[in-house]
């Protein structure tokens, strides 16, 4: 998140160490990826706590620089495992973020059967009642996902529920858990 604080710091009288301590994940962040304030709500809030003097034009744009490049290895890795199995993805995200990653990284969001949006469920990860909803939603029993994420909360979270989780950290950690599952990638 630092590249958005970059951004939004000569919109801030806050130095850039004071915006990196004054942004946090709190609830107004939580409950706007569950999709239960929008956007303009979620802004006025950013405006305060970062004493920002910015439009919401302008937050969003800030908000959006945290997106610096697609991970191209690991997307050849997923389009290479759909020929074996199926591919979904869940992110912890808000309308203001999916109307940005959707359109610029169109590649990865097309090589998922099917996208899982906080925003849209109502839950993020690690909350344990997220874990129920998608095996409900995909037809399969939480034993039969493997579930890949960067931060050992979710994995946690999802393995409290019982999906396999696999922590990775890079493509290789990817590639490396599907070929042990039998996966040629």
Known sequence: F???????????????????????????????ERGEIASAVYCDHLVSCLELTAS???IAKGWNAIYVGEIVE???????????LSCFAFTNT?????AAWSIMFLAVVSSFDRLFASHELGYRKPERETFKVIPHAIGESPESIVFFDDLRENIEGALLVGFQGVLDRAHADVRSELRELGVEV
Not at 3 to 31: E, G, I, K, N, V
Not at 74 to 84: D, E, F, G, M, W
């Open 2 to 32: 630092d590249q958005a604080l970059r951004a939004w710091q000569p919109l801030s009288r806050l130095t850039f160490h004071q915006l990196q301590t004054a942004f946090r994940h709190d609830l107004f962040y939580q409950r706007f």
């Open 56 to 58: 919401h034009e302008q």
């Open 74 to 84: 690991t997307t050849k890795l997923i389009q290479q495992a759909r020929n074996y």
């Open 94 to 98: 808000n309308e203001a973020h999916q």
